[in-house]
């Protein structure tokens, strides 16, 4: 039987990769509290905690989007789960100083979650 959205599943296996890249990235460039967020920004409470909670949902997006290219059921569901955290992640950083960025990210996870929930459903002949 064939199924509709195996490309765009791929599609949002890559999305996801990339995702999970730059949440990684920018974990850990706020954990070393470094030049590239200003501490003004706003931040729930703080922002090593914040480095620390984007680079655990960069982490999982990685496990998820990683599954997600052998096909496995664990990649689409944890995959869901990682897109869906992502999307909320950023939309809490919207009031920060990259406010693009987070809308950026955030419609990627929209991608990505798209893509794996209709991922599976049968063609119609």
């Given at each position: 039987m064939?199924?509709?959205?195996?490309?765009?599943a791929?599609?949002?296996?890559?999305l996801?990769?990339?995702?999970g890249?730059l949440?990684?990235?920018y974990?850990?460039?706020?954990?070393?509290?470094?030049?590239f967020?200003?501490q003004?920004?706003y931040?729930?409470?703080?922002?090593?905690?914040?480095?620390?909670?984007?680079?655990?949902?960069?982490l999982?997006?990685?496990?998820g989007?990683?599954?997600?290219?052998?096909?496995?059921?664990?990649?689409?569901?944890?995959?869901?789960?990682?897109?869906?955290?992502?999307?909320?992640?950023?939309?809490?950083?919207?009031?920060?100083?990259?406010?693009f960025w987070?809308?950026?990210i955030?419609?990627?996870?929209?991608?990505?979650?798209?893509?794996?929930?209709?991922?599976?459903?049968?063609?119609?002949?």
């Amino acid at each position: 039987m064939e199924v509709r959205g195996e490309a765009r599943a791929m599609f949002a296996a890559i999305l996801l990769v990339i995702a999970g890249v730059l949440n990684v990235i920018y974990g850990i460039a706020a954990i070393s509290s470094g030049d590239f967020f200003s501490q003004t920004s706003y931040v729930v409470f703080g922002l090593g905690f914040w480095g620390w909670v984007t680079l655990i949902i960069g982490l999982v997006q990685l496990t998820g989007g990683y599954s997600l290219f052998s096909g496995g059921v664990y990649g689409r569901t944890i995959g869901i789960i990682a897109a869906t955290l992502g999307a909320i992640e950023s939309l809490l950083s919207v009031g920060g100083n990259y406010p693009f960025w987070s809308l950026g990210i955030f419609a990627l996870c929209l991608i990505v979650l798209h893509g794996l929930i209709v991922y599976g459903e049968p063609l119609e002949h």
